[in-house]
């Protein structure tokens, strides 16, 4: 599956009728955040592709959000999508006081246990935890800077360690020299600065390992736990309207 990924900047010759040019034929587009709603909706009915994404450390126009076809917030999210199993971390750590979409080291970490039931039921379903783990920050000490802004966050390390996803792509750190780095391997996951925008070719897990038999009671308690866990933590479902998964 090709996807798009994309954060923190406008790039003209995307949000243009160039853009299949540029990009040629993607299936997913994934945004890592601080991009306004009507980019991700030039590009996702330009490209004709359904779109997930996460909000970065500015606002921009979160809190008037005009409804958009096919697009869906990853927040504390999981969502299983044409084989691939992803979720989403918004915001960046706090270097305002009580500004929205920034988090504590702390605040972050409670964020990524939130995800953890879900990732339980994938592992014993899918024979995995995660496939691609989308943020806006990156992991500390991984393409990161030093100011407090910039700094990533280590859970997102202690995230990979125990979840292994297959990706982790996220955004925030702007990319002004040729050599900085922007791929990174950390464990089993690859780590990617998709600023301002990248293709990358995710392949579903072998269809022989998608689903295992699970009893009908397993299945069903497992569920109760997913929900009433997500539901203490404050994640709501995804609305039908926004649902994209298969």
């Avoid at 994404?53 to 126009?61: A, I, T, W």
């Avoid at 869906?72 to 915001?91: Q, S, T, Y």
């Avoid at 202690?158 to 990319?175: A, D, E, Q, S």
Wanted: glycine share 6%; with cysteine; charged share 25%.
């Amino acid at each position: 599956m090709r996807v798009l990924a994309i954060s923190d900047k406008i790039v003209p010759q995307l949000y243009s009728d160039q853009v299949i040019a540029v990009t040629g034929r993607v299936e997913l587009l994934l945004s890592c955040g601080d991009l306004p709603f009507y980019y991700l909706d030039f590009l996702a009915t330009t490209l004709n592709v359904p779109f997930y994404f996460v909000f970065g450390n500015h606002p921009l126009d979160a809190r008037t959000r005009p409804r958009i076809p096919h697009g869906a917030n990853l927040h504390r999210r999981v969502v299983f999508h044409d084989g691939l199993l992803i979720a989403g971390l918004e915001g960046s750590r706090r270097y305002r006081p009580r500004a929205p979409y920034q988090y504590t080291e702390g605040e972050m970490r409670l964020h990524c246990l939130s995800l953890t039931p879900r990732l339980l039921w994938n592992r014993l379903v899918y024979g995995r935890y995660l496939d691609v783990l989308i943020t806006h920050a990156p992991p500390r000490h991984i393409h990161d800077a030093e100011d407090l802004a910039h700094q990533g966050f280590q859970c997102f390390r202690w995230f990979m360690r125990v979840f292994r996803p297959r990706y982790l792509l996220h955004g925030h750190k702007h990319v002004y020299r040729r050599d900085e780095q922007t791929v990174t391997q950390f464990g089993d996951t690859t780590v990617i600065n998709v600023y301002p925008y990248t293709v990358i070719d995710l392949e579903p897990a072998p269809r022989r390992v998608l689903r295992r038999q699970v009893s009908e009671k397993t299945r069903v308690f497992w569920q109760a736990v997913v929900a009433r866990w997500e539901t203490f933590v404050g994640v709501s479902a995804i609305p039908k309207e926004e649902e994209t998964t298969s």
